[in-house]
């Protein structure tokens, strides 16, 4: 009996993304169907190349078309993504080629924000996305140290403009005020300077098409908080804490500015959770524990993940070396793989419209 297209779209039908908690088919995901003699090969198209159950919906597409046509050959399922853009049309006025834009933020200093917001940028992109990277924290810039560039932006010309062009490396477009300054000047500027810094990253910087840009943020929720928040539409902040009380009381208060705000919370990150002792393998709880989870709960957001103290997160940081980067098959960088791909499926589910129509298929 020959396989027909139409019993495979059936098949299809029946395989949920777990995420949107629709079928594939309405959804719109099935992009190709080539059925040669009884061999089937199928492309879906994922909201994000950085979806954590991407495995997942591929082997159940196989299953489905194997339970559904007793007499199938080959199955062959092609996994594809395009990035959905945030439905804020006045993200496309400020940055237009943009279709997400995420708050890396905390409450407090020495969480190690910026650290996370590094490695979370280079796994979206060694995913496969098109991550930038905004260096918000006009006083404490440490993102050029951290991805270990010295040099200064190029000025890219139009008929009509002249705009800086974002330096790259590890795969990620990155712009920050100490790319502009000598390394060990400080920056003695009132608040109003500083936001207009912020500003210009976004509206005099040549970004182009971009999946993802994160903004790593200053702790706290001044001027530069603000002047994000009103300058464009956030697609969703990420909050990183570490477990003890101190840090806890501290992010509350970033959380309650982002949702005052009408800024959707992506997550929670805890950092320094744990130490594992290389010798003996014992775990620690330095800075106590479940911090992170009890404030998820209770402002009833998703936990994105959990990261250990380790020397070579806080080496790759001195040495312009991400973790992520460097050491790419390490538990660690596996963690911060987890917690990317957390965040990128909570990013699809805040930009997917319940609305989606059913779509006949005529491939």
Request: proline share 6%; hydrophobic share 45%; charged share 20%.
């Amino acid at each position: 009996m020959s396989i027909k297209k139409e019993t495979i779209i059936n098949a299809l039908s029946k395989v949920n993304d777990p995420d949107l908690k629709r079928d594939l088919v309405s959804l719109g995901m099935v992009k190709d169907i080539t059925i040669n003699n009884n061999d089937v090969a199928v492309t879906v198209e994922l909201t994000t190349p950085a979806c954590p159950l991407k495995d997942k919906i591929q082997q159940d597409c196989v299953d489905a078309i194997k339970n559904d046509n007793p007499g199938v050959g080959k199955i062959s399922v092609t996994m594809s993504a395009k990035v959905q853009h945030s439905q804020n049309q006045r993200l496309n006025e400020i940055l237009p080629g943009v279709k997400n834009t995420i708050a890396v933020a905390s409450g407090k200093g020495g969480v190690g924000k910026s650290t996370v917001a590094v490695n979370l940028a280079i796994a979206l992109a060694l995913d496969g996305a098109k991550v930038g990277l905004i260096d918000a924290d006009i006083y404490g810039p440490s993102i050029p140290t951290m991805l270990g560039i010295n040099n200064k932006p190029m000025i890219f010309q139009d008929t009509t403009t002249a705009k800086m062009v974002p330096l790259e490396n590890f795969g990620i477009k990155v712009m920050s005020i100490g790319f502009l300054i000598d390394e060990d000047a400080p920056v003695i500027w009132r608040g109003p300077m500083a936001s207009s810094a912020i500003k210009q990253f976004m509206s005099d910087v040549h970004w182009k098409e971009l999946d993802y840009l994160i903004f790593d943020l200053p702790p706290g929720t001044g001027d530069i908080q603000l002047t994000l928040v009103q300058t464009i539409p956030l697609t969703g902040a990420v909050i990183v804490t570490t477990p003890q009380e101190v840090s806890i009381v501290d992010v509350k208060k970033a959380l309650r500015m982002f949702q005052r705000v009408n800024v959707p919370i992506l997550g929670i990150v805890e950092n320094m959770s744990y130490f594992v002792a290389p010798d003996t393998g014992k775990r620690y709880d330095i800075f106590g524990s479940a911090g992170g989870q009890k404030l998820a709960a209770e402002f009833a957001v998703p936990m994105l993940g959990e990261l250990p103290i380790n020397q070579f997160i806080r080496e790759g940081g001195d040495n312009g070396k991400p973790i992520i980067a460097d050491k790419k098959n390490s538990d660690v960088a596996f963690k911060f793989f987890e917690i990317s791909r957390n965040m990128a499926a909570e990013i699809s589910k805040y930009n997917f419209s319940a609305s989606v129509p059913n779509i006949e298929i005529s491939l």
